[in-house]
């Protein structure tokens, strides 16, 4: 049973059709976060990250960030010992880090399953779908704008794959339902339709409000004063500038002991310098002033450094994924991180292509791998982006989200114990023999490699009578094959009543708006 569903239950309501769901329910397998025993690629020397480290205390110091439309928050910063002129805030060297020093080092989401909780920071990589396209594409429709059915559908999806410890937060931005009221849809599918954990809502600080509400709906008012139950995405306006929108989320979500991961959106060469040291620099200094502001607002509460990094393309002004730069830096504000004590978000299956092909799988893969080599904790759009985040793509999603397996198989690291040194196989089959039938391979086999439960390894004649289908119409043939067997996870009837009168309720108060 769940524990939202033992909680419930405990308090007398809807025990008995929590039960009744719960053993109707298909069961979900479910791998656990990654925890690393593999080291983390690092390409910074010792000097370098000192230059990085003291460059960014000076432009902090002596260029300062503007917190836009925001008394309250200069307020706080002049309060805390900064130099605030007008919206300028110039931070003296060392109170942004002293500050971050109150940011935990690892934290719990929990999940309304306890069995899908995440630890976030540390050595465990948490995976997460992609975020915010406004258009969808499959292989019957093609590219058109989002509805909230596509969103549900990428939530069943998340909810059924094995490798994706995280629901996400905008899959897909659905844009048949008003602006001001989309939030409530997707947040009642992802407590709702899922068990998995997932992240709140950031386009404004009401909404960032609502999504807290309806979380002590489904966990409890005091359980989620006291836990972690959402991490939601707070993005710089790089270079150096925070809005009052994000500010007055990551307000609500830090006051709330809820999770914000505060991360620049950069495009090299336009938003950064183009080097790579100089990006880093703005990156770190961006970052330090965001984390910390999160812990003037409430000393300790969670809270993930970000980047979101790509270069861009001289010629036609297009950003691109998959690139050596971007992973120089993405290598380097892990370390960046790490020095600071605190987890880390970045990576992801990016591309910039405009269909799930050859372009998509070469840049994705350098991406995802990207990730799990600079130490990322929280990779957001590890499954589904394409078109540069344009697009979300229900077969490029489960593409993905089978290749996350590969991640999961290459971070275990290399066993050294008496069954992994394999003697006895080797004694056992001796000079000119082969290993296929020996009791080593034998116990092992099953777990020996990791397999793809998408791509195809048949023979080219069973390939071929089958009727030579290439990997997209496996993976559309795979989405609907997932959608149609889907059940939704239990949830006890009183809390699921509670949410859609809440979601009912906030609709009827306000006129639609589609701006």
């Not at 937060?169 to 947040?187: A, F, I, S, Y």
């Not at 609502?210 to 993005?235: A, H, K, P, R």
């Not at 938003?271 to 990006?279: D, E, L, R």
């Not at 840049?363 to 799990?372: C, I």
Request: proline share 5%.
């Amino acid at each position: 049973m769940t524990d939202v569903a033992q909680r419930r239950r405990s308090r007398g309501t809807g025990g008995g059709a929590a039960r009744r769901a719960e053993r109707t329910a298909v069961n979900v397998e479910v791998a656990r976060f990654i925890t690393r025993n593999i080291p983390n690629f690092e390409v910074l020397t010792e000097e370098a990250i000192e230059v990085i480290e003291y460059n960014a205390e000076t432009v902090l110091e002596e260029i300062g960030v503007v917190f836009a439309n925001n008394p309250a928050a200069l307020d706080r910063w002049r309060d805390a010992g900064a130099d605030v002129d007008g919206d300028r805030v110039r931070i003296p060297r060392g109170l942004a880090r002293k500050l971050c020093a109150t940011a935990p080092s690892t934290f719990t989401q929990h999940a309304r399953n306890s069995d899908r909780n995440v630890e976030i920071g540390g050595k465990n990589l948490v995976l997460a779908p992609v975020y915010g396209p406004p258009f969808v594409r499959d292989l019957d429709g093609g590219r058109r704008y989002a509805t909230i059915e596509d969103f549900r559908k990428f939530v069943k999806l998340g909810h059924m794959s094995k490798w994706l410890h995280h629901s996400g937060g905008t899959v897909c931005e659905p844009t048949d339902v008003p602006v001001n009221k989309r939030h409530l849809d997707m947040l009642l599918a992802h407590m709702t339709l899922t068990d998995k954990p997932f992240m709140g809502s950031v386009t404004e600080p009401s909404r960032a409000q609502d999504s807290v509400d309806m979380c002590s709906i489904l966990f409890g008012e005091d359980f989620v004063q006291q836990n972690t139950v959402m991490t939601s995405l707070i993005n710089i306006n790089s270079p150096l500038t925070f809005d009052d929108v994000m500010m007055g989320a990551l307000e609500v979500y830090a006051k709330n002991n809820q999770a914000c991961i505060v991360s620049p959106f950069i495009v090299g060469g336009a938003m950064a310098p183009v080097s790579v040291a100089g990006t880093l620099t703005q990156v770190l200094a961006e970052t330090l002033a965001g984390v910390a502001y999160s812990q003037l607002i409430r000393a300790g509460a969670p809270v993930i450094m970000g980047a979101f990094v790509t270069s861009i393309d001289m010629n036609s002004g297009a950003p691109t994924f998959g690139t050596p730069e971007a992973s120089q830096i993405t290598y380097g504000a892990g370390q960046l991180a790490r020095r600071l004590g605190l987890p880390y978000r970045s990576a992801g299956g990016f591309c910039g292509s405009k269909l799930p092909d050859a372009q998509a799988g070469y840049e994705s893969a350098n991406s995802l791998n990207m990730g799990l080599l600079s130490g990322v904790n929280f990779m957001l759009h590890s499954c589904g982006w394409l078109e540069g985040g344009l697009v979300s793509s229900f077969e490029k999603f489960v593409m993905d989200a089978d290749q996350l397996g590969a991640l999961h198989h290459m971070a275990k690291g290399v066993s050294i114990d008496e069954n992994a040194q394999a003697m006895d196989a080797i004694r056992e089959v001796g000079p000119g023999g082969h290993f296929l039938g020996c009791d080593h391979t034998q116990r092992n086999f099953k777990e020996a490699f990791w397999r793809s439960n998408l791509l195809d390894y048949k023979p080219f004649e069973q390939w071929s009578e089958e009727g030579g289908r290439d990997t997209v119409t496996l993976a559309a043939e795979k989405v609907q094959h997932m959608l149609n067997t889907y059940q939704p996870p239990a949830l006890d009837v009183a809390i699921a009543e509670n949410l859609a009168a809440y979601v009912e309720q906030k609709k009827a108060s306000m006129p639609d708006a589609f701006a």
